[in-house]
Structure formats: structure tokens, C-alpha cells
């Protein structure tokens, strides 16, 4: 546990401490005045009504929407499958400043769908959640649709023999044992619609803000490091309640679940009912995910392959490269990004795990879930701050990058795996041990045949969220060294079709790179580990 508790101090509390201290103490004297004044006043209320009620109620419209595709990828089997889960985990990868983009096609003026039924969504908040649900699609998916998977069907059967109907065989013997995995589910994406961003900036316009818009724009347009070191602080003091409140429910709500291979529990479609279902649940896939990246895509075409070629070519002001190279930046930054993340997360899942951990050891599951709930930018600016002089200096150095990606990644590396290792029965850990096998031979052979599929799942959301990672890295990504969301948003933020035009043709390139891994990641899972 010392591992993940240091890496987490240096990584992540020291650069925030330092933003925070930066902005309160002036002359060396602490301003702590400055809180009372920054949360009383009207227009910084209203942003943290507006961004409170709107996470909220994005979590609530991902649920309803995607916790049937959860159903349908973990118990029913059809061609496309593997296919089908890449392109649902794409749209998470995305920076959000391309999903706002989007979204802001289809339903802006002159876009696909404006005005459709007489509605303009470009001037509502349905824009800003619609934007939410298709980013977050797949947190609940994978989270919840993973653990679904792994679930013995025989318990709601033997259910549904003692005369209990489905829906009540469901309610009272599936759900509970879900109940954790939706939690975490539910927690990511509100984390994630809490600390939006991109979104909230390109389509709420002058009249929707968040917390992390308004933060961003005190620190680089108002330069009131003050203001933004107290939003700093209510977000972080809000998202620690939510996250403590979490964890004493999780711990209340688990209790070992009966694993089984996933590949014995997905059958064909049988019935309407089923039938039906699938169908929805594709159909919702091609409207809410497939459509706004088609409008990427064919944006990324209004030239032919022109837009691709410029790509290859550096204009020596925005990048000193050619951005065809962020490509080659941005992978070797999600495989470091990811080894970190899985080694941080699985240890310190692994000590979570233990029936005999600490109440200081659990105290930890919730603190490691901060990285997600803290703003980026503050993470941003604190590692330029902090990290910039001995005993150490890595302002200069190429992993800086990917330590930032990794405290992103961490904590869903924990959450993918927590659930699985604490339903490990650990009489089996026992009765190994008494056997004679060593502390490391328990865990490769008890632990490691059970919670392989979770690592391999844990590991493509670690390289999948490095690859999208913006908020933090947009500030210490090197010009000359640049990664997919940092081009991307260079260009956007470049006046021009050709500018337009060539950040969508990388924004393609990004969903490109996300599918193929995310098909190799899919294909290494069935043909190593069945889809355990």
C-alpha cells in the first residue's frame, strides 16, 4: 500500500496543494477571507447549482440508457460483438472538446438534426446531457455489463423455480450483486459530468458553466488565481463528501458473489422479449454513438484526402512537428501511462481487497477515486508549479506526461478490479497457503485465473483514458512532443477551414487507433482467457 499512497502524495496532492497555496497566500499571509467572498457571491452559486443538478442528472439519463447494453453484452451473444464493444468504448476517449464539436453538428444550426420536431437543442441543456450520455456510455457498459458477465444465471433460475417472476428474480438476486458494480459505474460518470468541460464549453455557450469552465476561466482569461484556488477547494470538499458517502455504501452492500466463465452465460437472443431488446439497444447505438462519429468522420472528408495530407506538414508556430506525430507521441504515452496505472491500481487494489485491511487502508479506496473529481486544469497548472526544481525536477521530462495520464487511469484500474478480488473466496487463499505456496504463488494461482479478465479490461480503460486525456496534459505537453487531444485542440482553436478540417481528420485517426486496440484488446481476451 506504500506504493500507491506515495504515488498519489507526490503525483497528485503535492501539485494541488501547491496551485491552492499559490492562490490563497499572498505575500505569506493566507487570505482564507477570499473563500467567503468567492462562495458568496450570486453567479458562483449559480454555476454550483447548475453544475450539481446537471451530473446528476446525466448519471441518472447514462443509466436509463445504457444499463441495457449492459444486459445484452453480457448475456446474449451475436455476430459483431467484439466489434460492437470497441465502437462503444470509443466515444470515451475522445477529448471532449471533439465530442462537443460533435454534438454541436448534429444539433447547432444547420446541423443534422436541428430544428428536428421544431426543437432547437443547441439553446437547451438537453444538448449539454445528450453529449454526456454518449460519452459515458461506456463506463457503464464495461463496468457494470463486466461483472454481469462473470454472474451465475443458475442463482436466478433456482429463483425463478421457487415461483418468483422474472422481474422479481431479477430485483432480488441480480441487482444486489450488481449493486457495487453500479455504484462504481454511477460514481465515474458523475465525477466525469461533474468536472465536465469541453462539453459544457463548446455547447453550453454564454449560458450553461460548470466548475471547471468557470475555474479555467478565472486562471487564463480573468488571471484570478485566487478565485480559482477557492472553486479549487469547494470541488475538491464536495467530491471527497460524495466519494466518502460511496465507500460506506459499497462496504455495506458487498458480499461474495459466485464467479463463473462469461463465456458460458451469453446465449443467442431467445424470444420477443430478448429480440427486442438487442434491437433497441443497437438502435441507440447507431443514434446516440455511431451518428456523431459518421459527422466526424465525413466532416474529416469535405476535402477528400486533403485534409489528411496537411497533416503531414509543420507550419513551425503551433507545432514545431508535423501533427501526424502527435500519433506516435500519444501511443507511446498511453503504454507508459498504462503500465503505471496497472501496477499503482492493482496494488492498491490488491491491499483493498485484504478482509483484514485497516479502516486507514479503506479510507483510501475513497481518495483514490480524487483524481477524477479534482479539476485538470488545477492538476495541470500545480505539476508545472510543483514539479519544476530538486529534488524533483521532471518539468522537462518526457514522463510527466504520462504520470498525469495515470492518475486518471488509476482509479478505474480499482474499480474494475476491486469488485472481483473481494468476491474471491478467501478460503482458497487460505488452503493454498497451508499447502506450502508462497505469498506470490497464491495470488498466481488463486487470484490471477480470476481476476485476469478484469486486469485485461482494467488495462484497456487505463489506455483508452490515456489516449483522450486532456484537461492536465494540455499544459505540460511539449510543443515538440505533442499528444492526439492537445493537436486537436490547437487546431480547433485556429481560425480557418484547413485548421477545422485537419482537426477532424486527426480526431478520425483517434477513434482509428482507439478501435484497433480496443479489437486487439477484445481478441487477446477471448483467445487466452475465453471471456474470463
Same mark, same amino acid.
Given at each position: 500500500?506504500?506504493?500507491?499512497?506515495?504515488?498519489?502524495a507526490v503525483?497528485?496532492?503535492?501539485?494541488?496543494?501547491?496551485?491552492?497555496?499559490r492562490?490563497?497566500?499572498?505575500?505569506g499571509v493566507?487570505r482564507?477571507g477570499?473563500i467567503?467572498d468567492v462562495v458568496?457571491?450570486s453567479?458562483?452559486?449559480?454555476v454550483l447549482w447548475?453544475t450539481?443538478?446537471q451530473a446528476?442528472?446525466s448519471?441518472?439519463l447514462?443509466?436509463?440508457v445504457?444499463?441495457?447494453?449492459?444486459?445484452?453484452?453480457a448475456?446474449l451473444d451475436?455476430?459483431?460483438k467484439q466489434?460492437?464493444r470497441a465502437v462503444?468504448?470509443v466515444p470515451?476517449v475522445?477529448?471532449?472538446v471533439v465530442?462537443?464539436?460533435?454534438f454541436?453538428a448534429?444539433?447547432?444550426?444547420?446541423?443534422l438534426?436541428?430544428?428536428?420536431?421544431g426543437?432547437?437543442?443547441?439553446?437547451?441543456?438537453?444538448?449539454?446531457l445528450?453529449?454526456?450520455?454518449?460519452?459515458n456510455y461506456?463506463v457503464v457498459?464495461r463496468t457494470?455489463?463486466?461483472?454481469?458477465?462473470?454472474?451465475?444465471p443458475r442463482?436466478e433460475?433456482a429463483a425463478r423455480?421457487?415461483?418468483?417472476?422474472?422481474?422479481g428474480?431479477?430485483?432480488k438476486?441480480t441487482?444486489p450483486?450488481?449493486a457495487?458494480?453500479?455504484?462504481a459505474?454511477a460514481?465515474?460518470?458523475?465525477?466525469?459530468?461533474f468536472?465536465?468541460f469541453?462539453?459544457?464549453q463548446?455547447?453550453?455557450?454564454p449560458t450553461?458553466?460548470?466548475l471547471e469552465?468557470e475555474?479555467?476561466?478565472?486562471t487564463?482569461e480573468i488571471?484570478?488565481?485566487s478565485t480559482a484556488a477557492?472553486?479549487t477547494?469547494?470541488?475538491?470538499?464536495a467530491?471527497?463528501a460524495?466519494l466518502?458517502?460511496?465507500?460506506?455504501?459499497v462496504?455495506?452492500?458487498?458480499?461474495?458473489?459466485?464467479?463463473?466463465?462469461?463465456?458460458v452465460?451469453?446465449r443467442?437472443p431467445?424470444g420477443a422479449?430478448q429480440?427486442?431488446?438487442?434491437g433497441?439497444?443497437?438502435?441507440?447505438?447507431a443514434?446516440l454513438?455511431?451518428?456523431?462519429?459518421?459527422?466526424?468522420v465525413?466532416?474529416s472528408?469535405?476535402?477528400?484526402f486533403?485534409?489528411? @495530407?496537411?497533416l503531414?506538414?509543420?507550419?513551425?508556430g503551433t507545432?514545431?512537428?508535423?501533427?501526424?506525430?502527435s500519433?506516435?507521441?500519444?501511443?507511446?504515452?498511453?503504454v507508459a501511462?498504462t503500465a503505471?496505472?496497472?501496477?499503482i491500481g492493482?496494488l492498491?487494489a490488491?491491499a483493498l481487497?485484504?478482509r483484514?485491511a485497516?479502516?486507514l487502508?479503506r479510507?483510501?479506496d475513497?481518495l483514490?477515486?480524487?483524481p477524477?473529481?479534482v479539476s485538470a486544469?488545477?492538476?495541470g497548472?500545480g505539476?508545472l508549479?510543483?514539479?519544476d526544481?530538486p529534488?524533483l525536477d521532471l @518539468?522537462q521530462s518526457w514522463?510527466?506526461?504520462p504520470?498525469?495520464q495515470?492518475?486518471v487511469?488509476?482509479?478505474?484500474v480499482?474499480r474494475?478490479m476491486?469488485?472481483?478480488?473481494?468476491?474471491?473466496?478467501?478460503?482458497?487463499?487460505?488452503a493454498?497457503a497451508v499447502?506450502g505456496?508462497?505469498?506470490?504463488?497464491?495470488?498466481?494461482e488463486?487470484?490471477l485465473p480470476?481476476v485476469?479478465r478484469?486486469?485485461l479490461?482494467?488495462?484497456?480503460?487505463?489506455?483508452?483514458?490515456s489516449?483522450?486525456?486532456?484537461?492536465?496534459?494540455v499544459?505540460?505537453?511539449r510543443?515538440?512532443n505533442?499528444t492526439?487531444?492537445?493537436?486537436v485542440?490547437?487546431?480547433?482553436?485556429?481560425?480557418g477551414d484547413l485548421n477545422?478540417?485537419?482537426?477532424?481528420?486527426?480526431?478520425?485517426?483517434?477513434m482509428?487507433?482507439?478501435?484497433?486496440a480496443?479489437?486487439?484488446?477484445e481478441?487477446?481476451?477471448?483467445?487466452?482467457t475465453?471471456e474470463f
Amino acid at each position: 500500500m506504500l506504493v500507491p499512497v506515495a504515488f498519489f502524495a507526490v503525483f497528485f496532492a503535492w501539485p494541488v496543494a501547491a496551485i491552492v497555496t499559490r492562490g490563497l497566500k499572498v505575500d505569506g499571509v493566507w487570505r482564507f477571507g477570499r473563500i467567503a467572498d468567492v462562495v458568496g457571491d450570486s453567479d458562483i452559486r449559480h454555476v454550483l447549482w447548475f453544475t450539481t443538478w446537471q451530473a446528476l442528472a446525466s448519471t441518472a439519463l447514462t443509466l436509463l440508457v445504457a444499463l441495457p447494453a449492459a444486459y445484452v453484452f453480457a448475456r446474449l451473444d451475436f455476430p459483431g460483438k467484439q466489434v460492437l464493444r470497441a465502437v462503444v468504448t470509443v466515444p470515451f476517449v475522445l477529448p471532449t472538446v471533439v465530442v462537443g464539436t460533435a454534438f454541436l453538428a448534429l444539433v447547432g444550426r444547420g446541423g443534422l438534426l436541428d430544428g428536428l420536431w421544431g426543437v432547437r437543442l443547441d439553446t437547451t441543456v438537453w444538448a449539454i446531457l445528450l453529449a454526456h450520455v454518449f460519452f459515458n456510455y461506456a463506463v457503464v457498459v464495461r463496468t457494470v455489463g463486466g461483472l454481469w458477465a462473470q454472474l451465475d444465471p443458475r442463482q436466478e433460475e433456482a429463483a425463478r423455480m421457487l415461483g418468483v417472476s422474472p422481474l422479481g428474480a431479477w430485483r432480488k438476486v441480480t441487482l444486489p450483486a450488481l449493486a457495487p458494480a453500479v455504484a462504481a459505474a454511477a460514481l465515474m460518470v458523475f465525477l466525469f459530468t461533474f468536472t465536465s468541460f469541453g462539453v459544457v464549453q463548446i455547447l453550453g455557450g454564454p449560458t450553461f458553466s460548470t466548475l471547471e469552465v468557470e475555474i479555467y476561466r478565472q486562471t487564463s482569461e480573468i488571471f484570478d488565481l485566487s478565485t480559482a484556488a477557492v472553486l479549487t477547494i469547494v470541488q475538491f470538499v464536495a467530491v471527497g463528501a460524495i466519494l466518502a458517502v460511496h465507500a460506506w455504501t459499497v462496504r455495506r452492500r458487498e458480499s461474495a458473489l459466485r464467479l463463473v466463465d462469461p463465456s458460458v452465460t451469453a446465449r443467442r437472443p431467445r424470444g420477443a422479449g430478448q429480440w427486442t431488446l438487442l434491437g433497441g439497444v443497437l438502435a441507440t447505438v447507431a443514434v446516440l454513438l455511431v451518428l456523431p462519429l459518421a459527422v466526424l468522420v465525413r466532416r474529416s472528408l469535405d476535402g477528400g484526402f486533403g485534409y489528411y @495530407r496537411a497533416l503531414g506538414d509543420a507550419d513551425g508556430g503551433t507545432f514545431l512537428v508535423a501533427p501526424i506525430q502527435s500519433v506516435v507521441s500519444s501511443l507511446e504515452y498511453a503504454v507508459a501511462a498504462t503500465a503505471i496505472a496497472v501496477v499503482i491500481g492493482g496494488l492498491a487494489a490488491a491491499a483493498l481487497a485484504r478482509r483484514d485491511a485497516g479502516r486507514l487502508v479503506r479510507g483510501f479506496d475513497a481518495l483514490l477515486m480524487l483524481p477524477l473529481g479534482v479539476s485538470a486544469v488545477t492538476v495541470g497548472f500545480g505539476f508545472l508549479i510543483a514539479l519544476d526544481k530538486p529534488p524533483l525536477d521532471l @518539468r522537462q521530462s518526457w514522463i510527466l506526461v504520462p504520470l498525469a495520464q495515470a492518475l486518471v487511469g488509476v482509479p478505474f484500474v480499482v474499480r474494475t478490479m476491486l469488485p472481483v478480488l473481494r468476491a474471491v473466496d478467501g478460503r482458497l487463499r487460505e488452503a493454498a497457503a497451508v499447502l506450502g505456496a508462497s505469498p506470490w504463488r497464491v495470488w498466481r494461482e488463486v487470484d490471477l485465473p480470476m481476476v485476469r479478465r478484469a486486469l485485461l479490461v482494467a488495462a484497456g480503460f487505463a489506455f483508452a483514458v490515456s489516449l483522450g486525456e486532456f484537461g492536465a496534459t494540455v499544459f505540460i505537453a511539449r510543443p515538440d512532443n505533442p499528444t492526439l487531444p492537445v493537436a486537436v485542440a490547437r487546431l480547433l482553436s485556429r481560425p480557418g477551414d484547413l485548421n477545422y478540417g485537419q482537426a477532424m481528420a486527426l480526431s478520425t485517426i483517434l477513434m482509428v487507433v482507439c478501435a484497433v486496440a480496443l479489437l486487439v484488446l477484445e481478441r487477446l481476451r477471448t483467445d487466452r482467457t475465453g471471456e474470463f
